[in-house]
T-cell receptor
Framework: GAVVSQHPSRVICKSGTSVKIECRSLDFQATTMFWYRQFPKQSLMLMATSNEGSKATYEQGVEKDKFLINHASLTLSTLTVTSAHPEDSSFYIC????????????FGPGTRLTVL | KQEVTQIPAALSVPEGENLVLNCSFTDSAIYNLQWFRQDPGKGLTSLLLIQSSQREQTSGRLNASLDKSSGRSTLYIAASQPGDSATYLCAVGGGTASKLTFGTGTRLQVTL
């Protein structure tokens, strides 16, 4: 089956630093990947849609300069949280779409970010 | 703006019971609806996908129904097992491979 990985699985950083999270589709290519954020005991909220070779599309209220997304290849999208603050602490999950004509998204295992 | 709500927020049942999880959405113009399972601190596992033209889907002990006109879906779990303990999320899609709007989740615990 289609597998999506995320790295790292957990990261703790100091306030003001930047953190990069990788999302990889291991056995398929994905022109579209999605980035979600999940606060404790809340549901997933879409942050942005990442398209290979073009700029990401951000949801309303998500700062594009703070959450930098790069989808440089068909198997890798990265999310960089710049100048992280404690309120950015969250669970970040990506998903990848193997075939845009279908409805299937495969989700990564998530990355737990803690900003001290 | 689509809003998705799940009731109840949490549920505890003894092993062997049949149970129903509810999902409602405000905009009936959906493309599909999916049910996912999420274990603590983990990603999502897709359980069932119902297209807007379908009424239900079944997989093993799971059955999901969709009533698009009333904006509701249910997930029926038969003969629950402790291994079913997880958070169940429903999500509606607005188009092919489009972004999903997730519900608030139901945290299920099946006790021995």
């Amino acid at each position: 089956g289609a597998v999506v990985s995320q790295h790292p699985s957990r990261v703790i950083c100091k306030s003001g630093t930047s953190v990069k999270i990788e999302c990889r589709s291991l056995d398929f290519q994905a022109t579209t990947m999605f980035w979600y954020r999940q606060f404790p005991k809340q549901s997933l909220m879409l942050m942005a849609t990442s398209n290979e070779g073009s700029k990401a599309t951000y949801e309303q209220g998500v700062e594009k300069d703070k959450f930098l997304i790069n989808h440089a290849s068909l198997t890798l999208s990265t999310l960089t949280v710049t100048s992280a603050h404690p309120e950015d602490s969250s669970f970040y999950i990506c998903s990848a779409v193997p075939d845009p004509s279908t409805d299937t998204q495969y989700f990564g295992p998530g990355t737990r970010l803690t900003v001290l | 703006k689509q809003e998705v709500t799940q009731i109840p927020a949490a549920l505890s049942v003894p092993e062997g019971e049949n149970l129903v999880l509810n999902c409602s959405f405000t905009d009936s113009a959906i493309y599909n609806l999916q049910w996912f399972r999420q274990d603590p601190g983990k990603g999502l596992t897709s359980l069932l996908l119902i297209q807007s033209s379908q009424r239900e889907q079944t997989s093993g002990r799971l059955n999901a129904s969709l009533d698009k006109s009333s904006g509701r879906s249910t997930l029926y779990i038969a003969a629950s097992q402790p291994g079913d303990s997880a958070t169940y999320l429903c999500a509606v899609g607005g188009g092919t491979a489009s972004k999903l709007t997730f519900g608030t989740g139901t945290r299920l615990q099946v006790t021995l």
